[in-house]
């Protein structure tokens, strides 16, 4: 939910680039890195034969996901230019929540437009709020506490109850946004250090190819015969942090983006 809130209110600044740019932009920096690395995914994790389903090109193959939703979300932010805003949270978050309580996850197709409409809500709700989200963290006093000790307390509970995670009902809304809302007001309260201000800069590059070198990894301590978590899970956090790191000059290549029309590269008056 943060992921999208935060990309929804990069909309209007999108938009304003006119709808040519705009399509553009998102095929070149969402759909192709998508399928670059869907690819590269399926090899690290010895599973290429998922690239002839199709389940992988709807839904978006593993942690692929977000940007299957995302391609998604700037297509139908289209409309925003003849439809008012606030009227998509609300909309996308209704349907995706009664077509749950009425079964229509189980007819062919719906799971998929509901998971859509659920996650898209996120989405279109961080567009509409980037007005009064300054506001918001600049906010003092009481509210904060309370809504961070609401939050604490669902997250034991979701912890305990781990259906509840999958949970698409108003309640999981709500606590869902008063999530996103809580992490927003400490965010610019918190000194990052720069370790992980590199990762913010470079996002984009994180998210794609953390999950392959970790899951590359995982495989092949496992055919090593390595099972203790006492010396995996340090190993793999250091690898997916620093694979990234290695990829970050190659962040502007076609390996993260296509871009047919490229700066020309600048050089010193030696040539």
Same mark, same amino acid.
């Given at each position: 939910?943060?992921?999208?809130?935060?990309?929804?209110?990069?909309?209007?600044?999108? &938009?304003?680039?006119?709808?040519?740019?705009?399509?553009?932009?998102?095929?070149e920096?969402?759909?192709? $890195?998508?399928?670059?690395?869907?690819?590269?995914?399926?090899? /690290?994790?010895? %599973?290429?034969? *998922?690239?002839?389903? #199709?389940?992988?090109?709807v839904?978006?193959?593993?942690?692929?996901?977000?940007?299957?939703?995302?391609?998604?979300c700037?297509?139908?932010?289209?409309?925003?230019?003849k439809?008012?805003?606030?009227v998509? #949270?609300?909309?996308? *978050?209704?349907?995706?929540?009664?077509?749950?309580?009425?079964?229509?996850?189980?007819? $062919?197709?719906? %799971?998929?437009?509901?998971?859509?409409?659920?996650?898209s809500?996120?989405?279109?709700?961080? !567009? !509409?709020?980037?007005?009064?989200?300054?506001?918001?963290? %600049?906010?003092?006093? !009481?509210?904060p506490?309370?809504?961070?000790?609401?939050?604490?307390?669902?997250?034991?509970?979701?912890?305990?109850?781990? %259906? !509840?995670?999958?949970?698409?009902?108003?309640? /999981?809304? &709500? &606590?869902?946004?008063?999530?996103?809302?809580l992490?927003?007001?400490?965010?610019?309260?918190?000194?990052?250090?720069?370790?992980?201000?590199?990762?913010?800069r470079?996002?984009?590059?994180?998210?794609?190819?953390?999950? #392959? *070198?970790?899951?590359?990894?995982?495989?092949?301590?496992?055919?090593?015969?390595?099972?203790?978590?006492?010396?995996?899970?340090?190993?793999?956090?250091?690898?997916?942090?620093?694979?990234?790191?290695?990829?970050?000059?190659?962040?502007?290549?076609?390996?993260?983006?296509?871009s047919?029309?490229?700066? $020309?590269? &600048?050089?010193?008056?030696?040539?």
């Open positions: 939910p943060t992921l999208l809130f935060l990309s929804g209110m990069l909309l209007e600044q999108s &938009l304003r680039k006119g709808v040519r740019r705009y399509l553009t932009g998102k095929v920096g969402i759909v192709w $890195p998508w399928v670059v690395w869907t690819v590269i995914t399926t090899v /690290a994790l010895r %599973e290429v034969t *998922a690239l002839l389903s #199709p389940r992988t090109w839904l978006g193959y593993h942690h692929l996901w977000f940007l299957t939703i995302l391609a998604g700037y297509v139908l932010g289209l409309l925003t230019r439809v008012p805003l606030w998509f #949270p609300i909309v996308l *978050a209704v349907v995706a929540i009664l077509g749950v309580a009425f079964g229509l996850d189980g007819v $062919p197709g719906g %799971e998929m437009v509901l998971r859509f409409c659920w996650w809500s996120f989405f279109f709700l961080g !567009a !509409a709020a980037r007005f009064w989200l300054p506001r918001w963290q %600049e906010v003092t006093g !009481a509210a506490v309370v809504l961070g000790l609401v939050v604490v307390a669902w997250s034991v509970w979701v912890v305990l109850t781990p %259906e !509840a995670r999958l949970s698409r009902s108003v309640p /999981a809304y &709500l &606590l869902s946004v008063a999530g996103v809302l992490l927003l007001w400490v965010a610019p309260r918190i000194s990052w250090p720069e370790w992980l201000q590199v990762v913010g470079n996002s984009i590059v994180w998210y794609l190819a953390h999950y #392959p *070198a970790i899951g590359f990894t995982w495989l092949f301590l496992r055919d090593l015969g390595v099972s203790s978590w006492w010396v995996a899970l340090p190993l793999l956090a250091v690898v997916g942090y620093l694979v990234p790191l290695l990829l970050v000059p190659f962040a502007r290549t076609p390996l993260f983006r296509w047919r029309n490229r700066p $020309p590269v &600048l050089t010193g008056p030696n040539g």
